[in-house]
Protein backbone atom coordinates (compact mmCIF):
# COMPACT_ATOMS: atom_id res chain seq x y z
CA UNK A 1 0.00 0.00 0.00
CA UNK A 2 1.72 3.54 -0.89
CA UNK A 3 0.83 6.47 1.52
CA UNK A 4 2.37 9.89 1.20
CA UNK A 5 4.00 11.68 3.78
CA UNK A 6 1.08 13.30 4.90
CA UNK A 7 -0.82 10.19 5.58
CA UNK A 8 -2.94 9.82 2.45
CA UNK A 9 -3.22 6.31 1.04
CA UNK A 10 -2.95 6.50 -3.13
CA UNK A 11 -5.43 3.52 -4.63
CA UNK A 12 -6.20 5.18 -8.13
CA UNK A 13 -4.19 6.26 -11.16
CA UNK A 14 -5.65 8.70 -13.94
CA UNK A 15 -3.83 7.54 -16.93
CA UNK A 16 -4.02 9.96 -19.89
CA UNK A 17 -3.48 7.93 -22.73
CA UNK A 18 -3.50 10.24 -26.05
CA UNK A 19 -3.55 14.57 -25.68
CA UNK A 20 -4.80 14.61 -28.86
CA UNK A 21 -8.85 15.61 -28.93
CA UNK A 22 -11.10 16.39 -31.78
CA UNK A 23 -12.60 19.08 -29.68
CA UNK A 24 -11.13 22.89 -28.59
CA UNK A 25 -12.55 23.41 -25.38
CA UNK A 26 -11.29 26.68 -24.93
CA UNK A 27 -11.29 25.77 -20.81
CA UNK A 28 -8.82 22.30 -20.98
CA UNK A 29 -6.69 21.92 -18.83
CA UNK A 30 -5.16 18.94 -20.82
CA UNK A 31 -5.18 17.11 -17.56
CA UNK A 32 -2.34 20.10 -16.20
CA UNK A 33 0.07 18.83 -19.21
CA UNK A 34 1.18 22.62 -19.90
CA UNK A 35 3.74 21.34 -22.57
CA UNK A 36 1.80 18.24 -24.36
CA UNK A 37 4.12 15.70 -26.14
CA UNK A 38 1.96 13.51 -28.78
CA UNK A 39 4.50 10.78 -27.80
CA UNK A 40 2.17 8.26 -26.52
CA UNK A 41 2.78 4.63 -24.60
CA UNK A 42 1.91 1.50 -26.11
CA UNK A 43 -0.49 -0.74 -25.45
CA UNK A 44 1.71 -3.05 -23.47
CA UNK A 45 3.44 0.04 -22.04
CA UNK A 46 0.35 0.63 -20.50
CA UNK A 47 -0.33 -2.25 -18.91
CA UNK A 48 3.16 -2.87 -17.37
CA UNK A 49 2.67 0.27 -15.84
CA UNK A 50 -0.66 -0.22 -14.49
CA UNK A 51 0.85 -4.35 -13.28
CA UNK A 52 3.58 -2.63 -11.37
CA UNK A 53 0.51 -0.07 -9.79
CA UNK A 54 -1.30 -2.86 -8.69
CA UNK A 55 1.65 -4.71 -7.04
CA UNK A 56 1.63 -1.76 -5.07
CA UNK A 57 -1.69 -1.63 -3.90
CA UNK A 58 -3.55 0.55 -6.76
CA UNK A 59 -6.86 -0.74 -7.64
CA UNK A 60 -8.43 1.70 -9.86
CA UNK A 61 -7.89 2.79 -12.84
CA UNK A 62 -9.61 6.29 -14.72
CA UNK A 63 -8.29 6.50 -18.72
CA UNK A 64 -8.71 10.38 -20.14
CA UNK A 65 -7.14 12.19 -22.86
CA UNK A 66 -6.85 14.35 -24.76
CA UNK A 67 -9.89 12.23 -25.67
CA UNK A 68 -8.84 8.76 -25.13
CA UNK A 69 -11.68 7.18 -28.16
CA UNK A 70 -9.59 8.81 -30.85
CA UNK A 71 -7.00 5.56 -29.81
CA UNK A 72 -7.73 2.80 -31.97
CA UNK A 73 -6.56 0.46 -29.56
CA UNK A 74 -8.59 1.84 -26.59
CA UNK A 75 -10.30 -1.36 -26.37
CA UNK A 76 -7.12 -3.55 -26.41
CA UNK A 77 -6.11 -1.27 -23.62
CA UNK A 78 -8.88 -1.94 -21.68
CA UNK A 79 -9.09 -5.42 -22.13
CA UNK A 80 -5.09 -5.38 -21.02
CA UNK A 81 -6.09 -3.71 -17.78
CA UNK A 82 -9.14 -5.47 -17.23
CA UNK A 83 -6.83 -9.11 -16.97
CA UNK A 84 -4.68 -7.64 -14.06
CA UNK A 85 -5.02 -8.78 -10.79
CA UNK A 86 -6.29 -6.21 -8.02
CA UNK A 87 -7.80 -3.68 -10.55
CA UNK A 88 -11.59 -4.02 -9.87
CA UNK A 89 -12.76 -0.58 -10.98
CA UNK A 90 -11.68 0.54 -14.77
CA UNK A 91 -13.88 4.29 -15.52
CA UNK A 92 -13.09 6.43 -18.85
CA UNK A 93 -13.62 10.23 -19.37
CA UNK A 94 -14.55 11.10 -22.93
CA UNK A 95 -16.47 13.65 -24.91
CA UNK A 96 -18.35 10.77 -25.80
CA UNK A 97 -17.97 12.13 -29.48
CA UNK A 98 -17.54 8.60 -30.38
CA UNK A 99 -18.91 6.53 -27.38
CA UNK A 100 -21.95 5.61 -29.33
CA UNK A 101 -18.90 3.38 -31.62
CA UNK A 102 -17.33 2.14 -28.66
CA UNK A 103 -19.58 1.72 -25.57
CA UNK A 104 -20.66 -2.11 -26.35
CA UNK A 105 -17.08 -2.91 -27.24
CA UNK A 106 -15.44 -1.07 -24.40
CA UNK A 107 -18.19 -3.13 -21.81
CA UNK A 108 -17.00 -6.49 -23.40
CA UNK A 109 -13.50 -5.59 -22.97
CA UNK A 110 -13.84 -4.83 -19.24
CA UNK A 111 -14.72 -0.92 -18.95
CA UNK A 112 -16.99 -0.72 -15.50
CA UNK A 113 -18.41 2.76 -15.69
CA UNK A 114 -17.95 6.20 -17.67
CA UNK A 115 -18.02 10.12 -17.73
CA UNK A 116 -18.86 12.20 -20.25
CA UNK A 117 -18.30 16.00 -21.13
CA UNK A 118 -21.52 17.72 -21.36
CA UNK A 119 -21.67 21.28 -20.33
CA UNK A 120 -25.00 22.13 -22.51
CA UNK A 121 -28.18 21.00 -23.78
CA UNK A 122 -28.33 24.10 -26.46
CA UNK A 123 -26.39 22.71 -29.50
CA UNK A 124 -25.15 26.55 -30.16
CA UNK A 125 -23.68 26.84 -26.96
CA UNK A 126 -22.14 23.56 -27.57
CA UNK A 127 -20.06 24.39 -30.59
CA UNK A 128 -19.35 27.40 -28.59
CA UNK A 129 -17.78 26.04 -25.90
CA UNK A 130 -16.32 22.79 -27.81
CA UNK A 131 -15.73 24.65 -31.61
CA UNK A 132 -17.49 21.88 -33.12
CA UNK A 133 -20.71 20.72 -34.26
CA UNK A 134 -20.69 17.23 -32.02
CA UNK A 135 -24.01 17.89 -29.38
CA UNK A 136 -26.51 15.20 -30.74
CA UNK A 137 -22.97 12.82 -31.56
CA UNK A 138 -22.87 12.97 -27.96
CA UNK A 139 -26.31 12.99 -26.99
CA UNK A 140 -26.34 9.48 -28.66
CA UNK A 141 -23.16 7.91 -27.02
CA UNK A 142 -24.37 8.81 -24.41
CA UNK A 143 -27.31 6.95 -24.21
CA UNK A 144 -25.54 3.98 -26.19
CA UNK A 145 -23.53 4.02 -22.84
CA UNK A 146 -26.53 3.96 -20.65
CA UNK A 147 -27.85 0.83 -22.79
CA UNK A 148 -24.51 -0.98 -22.54
CA UNK A 149 -24.92 -1.14 -19.13
CA UNK A 150 -21.55 0.81 -17.93
CA UNK A 151 -22.76 1.80 -14.73
CA UNK A 152 -22.85 4.44 -14.14
CA UNK A 153 -23.00 6.86 -16.92
CA UNK A 154 -21.89 10.65 -15.38
CA UNK A 155 -22.49 13.67 -17.23
CA UNK A 156 -19.56 16.54 -16.31
CA UNK A 157 -20.86 19.99 -16.51
CA UNK A 158 -18.65 22.57 -16.28
CA UNK A 159 -20.44 25.51 -14.66
CA UNK A 160 -18.99 28.43 -16.69
CA UNK A 161 -20.00 31.99 -16.09
CA UNK A 162 -22.31 33.82 -18.37
CA UNK A 163 -22.96 30.55 -20.52
CA UNK A 164 -24.53 27.74 -18.56
CA UNK A 165 -25.20 28.48 -15.31
CA UNK A 166 -29.25 28.60 -15.96
CA UNK A 167 -29.45 25.26 -17.23
CA UNK A 168 -28.80 23.14 -13.86
CA UNK A 169 -32.40 22.65 -13.74
CA UNK A 170 -32.48 20.98 -17.30
CA UNK A 171 -29.03 19.27 -16.81
CA UNK A 172 -30.99 17.70 -14.11
CA UNK A 173 -34.06 16.78 -15.75
CA UNK A 174 -32.01 15.28 -18.79
CA UNK A 175 -29.70 12.86 -16.15
CA UNK A 176 -33.34 12.19 -14.05
CA UNK A 177 -34.80 11.35 -18.05
CA UNK A 178 -31.80 8.88 -18.98
CA UNK A 179 -30.74 7.19 -15.55
CA UNK A 180 -27.57 9.20 -15.68
CA UNK A 181 -25.56 10.71 -12.69
CA UNK A 182 -25.22 14.59 -12.89
CA UNK A 183 -21.64 15.95 -12.03
CA UNK A 184 -21.44 19.34 -11.40
CA UNK A 185 -17.75 21.07 -11.55
CA UNK A 186 -16.28 24.19 -10.88
CA UNK A 187 -14.04 25.23 -13.41
CA UNK A 188 -10.60 24.61 -12.93
CA UNK A 189 -7.87 26.34 -14.00
CA UNK A 190 -3.95 25.21 -13.04
CA UNK A 191 -3.30 29.02 -12.92
CA UNK A 192 -5.37 32.22 -12.70
CA UNK A 193 -5.99 33.65 -16.34
CA UNK A 194 -8.28 36.19 -18.12
CA UNK A 195 -9.91 32.94 -18.96
CA UNK A 196 -10.53 31.53 -15.56
CA UNK A 197 -11.29 35.55 -14.31
CA UNK A 198 -14.06 35.34 -17.35
CA UNK A 199 -15.72 32.52 -17.31
CA UNK A 200 -15.30 30.96 -13.55
CA UNK A 201 -17.78 31.19 -10.78
CA UNK A 202 -17.99 30.15 -7.59
CA UNK A 203 -20.97 27.10 -7.69
CA UNK A 204 -21.58 27.19 -3.45
CA UNK A 205 -24.95 28.79 -4.35
CA UNK A 206 -25.72 26.03 -6.64
CA UNK A 207 -24.80 23.25 -4.09
CA UNK A 208 -27.17 25.03 -1.89
CA UNK A 209 -29.78 25.08 -3.80
CA UNK A 210 -29.13 21.18 -4.57
CA UNK A 211 -29.05 20.68 -1.19
CA UNK A 212 -32.06 22.05 0.17
CA UNK A 213 -33.91 20.09 -2.45
CA UNK A 214 -31.82 16.71 -1.50
CA UNK A 215 -33.50 13.88 0.54
CA UNK A 216 -29.95 12.21 1.13
CA UNK A 217 -26.28 13.10 0.99
CA UNK A 218 -23.47 11.39 0.66
CA UNK A 219 -19.97 12.41 1.20
CA UNK A 220 -17.71 10.48 -1.24
CA UNK A 221 -14.28 9.17 -0.39
CA UNK A 222 -12.72 10.70 -3.55
CA UNK A 223 -11.64 14.53 -2.18
CA UNK A 224 -14.82 14.16 0.18
CA UNK A 225 -17.10 15.27 -2.67
CA UNK A 226 -20.73 15.14 -1.69
CA UNK A 227 -23.37 13.78 -3.45
CA UNK A 228 -26.93 14.72 -3.50
CA UNK A 229 -29.64 12.19 -4.11
CA UNK A 230 -33.09 14.22 -4.86
CA UNK A 231 -36.70 12.92 -4.54
CA UNK A 232 -37.17 11.22 -7.70
CA UNK A 233 -34.02 9.82 -7.12
CA UNK A 234 -31.74 11.64 -8.89
CA UNK A 235 -28.00 11.94 -7.91
CA UNK A 236 -25.82 15.49 -8.29
CA UNK A 237 -22.63 15.15 -7.46
CA UNK A 238 -20.12 18.75 -7.07
CA UNK A 239 -16.41 19.15 -8.02
CA UNK A 240 -14.64 21.97 -6.11
CA UNK A 241 -11.39 21.67 -6.39
CA UNK A 242 -10.27 25.15 -7.01
CA UNK A 243 -9.08 26.60 -3.28
CA UNK A 244 -10.21 23.88 -1.07
CA UNK A 245 -8.34 22.34 0.94
CA UNK A 246 -10.52 19.26 2.18
CA UNK A 247 -10.05 18.13 -1.79
CA UNK A 248 -6.29 18.21 -1.30
CA UNK A 249 -6.78 16.29 2.18
CA UNK A 250 -8.68 13.19 0.63
CA UNK A 251 -6.54 12.98 -2.49
CA UNK A 252 -6.22 9.28 -3.24
CA UNK A 253 -5.38 9.49 -6.71
CA UNK A 254 -1.41 9.46 -8.82
CA UNK A 255 -1.69 10.69 -12.60
CA UNK A 256 0.39 9.41 -15.50
CA UNK A 257 0.56 12.14 -18.57
CA UNK A 258 0.17 10.97 -22.23
CA UNK A 259 4.06 10.69 -22.33
CA UNK A 260 4.78 8.58 -19.70
CA UNK A 261 5.40 10.68 -16.31
CA UNK A 262 4.31 9.96 -12.91
CA UNK A 263 2.64 13.16 -11.91
CA UNK A 264 1.93 13.59 -8.18
CA UNK A 265 -0.45 16.28 -8.29
CA UNK A 266 -2.45 18.18 -11.16
CA UNK A 267 -1.47 21.38 -10.46
CA UNK A 268 2.38 20.96 -10.19
CA UNK A 269 4.43 19.98 -13.21
CA UNK A 270 7.80 20.22 -11.27
CA UNK A 271 7.67 17.00 -9.92
CA UNK A 272 7.29 14.51 -12.54
CA UNK A 273 8.89 10.94 -12.72
CA UNK A 274 9.51 9.63 -16.38
CA UNK A 275 8.42 5.98 -16.55
CA UNK A 276 8.20 5.34 -20.05
CA UNK A 277 11.70 6.22 -20.84
CA UNK A 278 13.11 4.03 -18.18
CA UNK A 279 10.85 1.16 -19.77
CA UNK A 280 11.83 1.82 -23.24
CA UNK A 281 15.67 1.43 -21.75
CA UNK A 282 14.56 -1.96 -20.54
CA UNK A 283 14.34 -1.83 -16.25
CA UNK A 284 12.88 -4.26 -14.33
CA UNK A 285 9.61 -4.15 -11.92
CA UNK A 286 11.51 -3.97 -8.72
CA UNK A 287 13.10 -0.41 -10.86
CA UNK A 288 9.73 1.05 -11.84
CA UNK A 289 7.89 0.28 -8.49
CA UNK A 290 11.21 2.38 -6.85
CA UNK A 291 9.74 5.00 -9.54
CA UNK A 292 6.15 5.10 -8.45
CA UNK A 293 7.83 5.13 -4.39
CA UNK A 294 9.80 8.31 -4.79
CA UNK A 295 6.80 9.28 -7.21
CA UNK A 296 4.43 9.42 -3.85
CA UNK A 297 7.04 10.64 -1.83
CA UNK A 298 6.74 13.98 -4.32
CA UNK A 299 3.12 14.45 -3.14
CA UNK A 300 2.63 17.81 -1.40
CA UNK A 301 -0.86 19.22 -0.77
CA UNK A 302 -1.50 22.05 -2.84
CA UNK A 303 -2.55 24.25 -0.83
CA UNK A 304 0.27 23.21 1.83
CA UNK A 305 3.02 26.20 0.35
CA UNK A 306 -0.04 28.90 1.07
CA UNK A 307 -0.64 27.61 4.55
CA UNK A 308 -4.24 26.93 3.95
CA UNK A 309 -3.89 23.25 4.14
CA UNK A 310 -5.60 21.15 7.21
CA UNK A 311 -3.92 18.64 8.49
Known sequence: MLRDSFGRIIKNIRISVT????FRCFYCHREGEENPSYCEMLPEEIERIVRVAASLGINEVKLTGGEPLLRDDIVEIVDRISRIPGINDISMTTNGFFLEDYA????RAGLMRVNVSLDTLDPEKFKMITGVDGHESVIRGIIKAVNADLKPVKVNMVILRGINEDE???MITFARDNNLILQIIEFERPRIDAVYQRYHIDIADIEDKIKKRAVKTTVRSMHHRRKYTLDDHT????VRPMHNTDFCLHCSRIRLTSDGKLKPCLFKNDNLIDVLGPIRRGVDDNY???LFIEAVKRRRPYFYNNNLYLS
Request: aromatic share 6%; net charge negative; glycine share 0%.
Open 168 to 170: VSS
Open 104 to 107: DDLK
Open 235 to 238: EVEF
Open 19 to 22: QRCN
Open 288 to 290: LKD
